[in-house]
């Protein structure tokens, strides 16, 4: 039995901003050579032990490269998911609705990317727990997009 893919319905508007908001933070992965670097992308590199602050530092040190390329290796499958189906081709309406057909892989690299670009908006607005969050503040508009659409992949995904 093979696993079910998951449809993405986006219109081409959407589709060129999160392609857009994808490539800015692929640019942001490669321009940070260490996560302390940025508070936004050590957001992205938990402290795996935050009562040791040494300890913390050698994880961190021994596996935030490979996490923040799986990051960047995620959020270019979702370009390359965007850019296969022709979702966020520059021509067509920009209510024009298109179907983005994910395998359960590309669902989860999705799901991680839209997370991460979440938490790194977060970072930039200042919101450390939903308390922060103003949903009158038009600045949230991204953050809250995102947030919509990692909440029906998740569905989509759980109900298979």
């Known amino acids: 039995m093979s ?6 319905t986006i219109t081409r508007i959407e589709a060129r901003h999160l392609a857009d908001l994808m490539g800015q933070f692929v640019d942001l992965l490669q321009a940070t050579e260490d996560a302390a670097d940025d508070d936004a992308v ?11 602050p040494h300890a913390g530092r050698e994880f961190r040190h021994a596996t935030e490269h490979e996490l923040l390329d799986r990051r960047r290796d ?11 189906s022709g979702a966020s081709a520059a021509e ?22 839209l997370a991460a670009l979440r938490l790194v908006i977060a970072s930039r607005l ?13 600045r949230f508009g991204v953050y ?3 947030g919509y659409r ?3 992949l998740v569905h989509a995904v759980s109900a298979d």
């Not at 696993?3 to 993405?8: D, F, K, S, T």
């Not at 067509?92 to 990317?113: H, N, T, Y």
């Not at 200042?126 to 038009?138: K, N, Q």
């Open 92 to 113: 067509g309406a920009d209510d024009a609705v298109v179907d983005v057909a994910l395998s359960p892989d590309d669902a989860r690299a999705w799901m991680r990317s």
């Open 3 to 8: 696993a079910a893919m998951v449809m993405l």
């Open 42 to 52: 050590a957001r992205l590199v938990p402290d795996a032990y935050p009562d040791d």
């Open 126 to 138: 200042g919101v450390a727990d939903e308390d922060d969050h103003d949903p009158d503040d038009p």
């Open 150 to 152: 990692l909440d029906g």
């Open 74 to 84: 995620d959020a270019n499958r979702v370009l390359s998911d965007l850019e296969a």
């Open 144 to 146: 809250d997009w995102l």
